[in-house]
């Protein structure tokens, strides 16, 4: 199995400040297709998760451009450039180029 | 725009199969270039992928569970399912299914609300 490592596992932080999440793999995530299939997800308490960015750095319809990922080979990277209210649950990477595997998520919190 | 619903029993005993249904709604199953998932979460944790099924019937299945998970489509009814034997207490979770979770650039991820099964006598 491919195992996805993030860090940290808390993340708290101030309102219109800078936030960042690590995901490392076990293996590299480079499919047979040319295409590296790392996903980010959030989950707010009590919803299911919405994906966020799809193949390391591409957001999904609607997601706020402050949100963007990075990222090459075995370790990738979410960044959220100013936090707002709303970003607060857990992200998780997942990555999709093995049987799917996820991180143990990171729960973003307001200081 | 596609909607999925999961339905099943909440509880399920030891030992026995634990069987759930996603109803998809907005779309078909069976058309489109779709891969469908299930995906579990355990109270307080963290999310597992157990299994998708692609729309021409091919599957993969979480390594770790394959011995136990059956995942099937059935176009007639628009749906597809979970059956995961010989549950124990650990396999209490959310249970959510989904389209498209690994994103290849052409298609949205849809999950449903999710259905809390509890393994217990």
């Known amino acids: 199995d491919v195992v996805m490592t993030q860090s940290p596992l808390s993340l708290p932080v101030t309102l219109g400040q800078p936030a960042s999440i690590s995901c490392r793999s076990s293996?590299?995530?480079?499919?047979?297709?040319?295409?590296?299939?790392l996903n980010w997800f959030h989950q707010r308490p009590g919803q299911s998760p919405r994906r966020l960015i799809y193949k390391i750095s591409n957001r999904d319809s609607g997601v706020p451009d402050r949100f963007s990922g990075s990222g090459s080979g075995t370790d990738f990277t979410l960044k959220i450039s100013r936090v707002e209210a709303e970003d607060v649950g857990v992200y998780y990477c997942m990555q999709g180029t093995h049987p799917y595997t996820f991180g143990q998520g990171t729960k973003l919190e307001i200081k | 725009q596609v909607q999925l619903q999961e339905s099943g029993p909440g509880l399920v005993k030891p030992s026995e199969t634990l069987s759930l249904t996603c109803t998809v709604s907005g779309g078909s199953v069976s058309s489109g270039s779709y891969y469908w998932s299930w995906i579990r979460q355990p109270p307080g944790k963290g999310l597992e992928w157990i299994a998708y099924i692609f729309y021409t019937g091919r599957t993969s299945y979480n390594p770790s569970l394959k011995s136990r998970v059956t995942i099937s489509l059935d176009t007639s009814k628009n749906q597809f399912s979970l059956k995961l034997s010989s549950v124990t207490a650990a396999d209490t979770a959310m249970y959510f299914c989904a389209r498209d979770i690994n994103g290849g650039g052409t298609t949205a991820a849809h999950w449903g609300q999710g259905t809390l099964v509890t393994v217990s006598s």
């Open positions: 293996q590299g995530l480079v499919h047979s297709d040319g295409n590296t299939y």
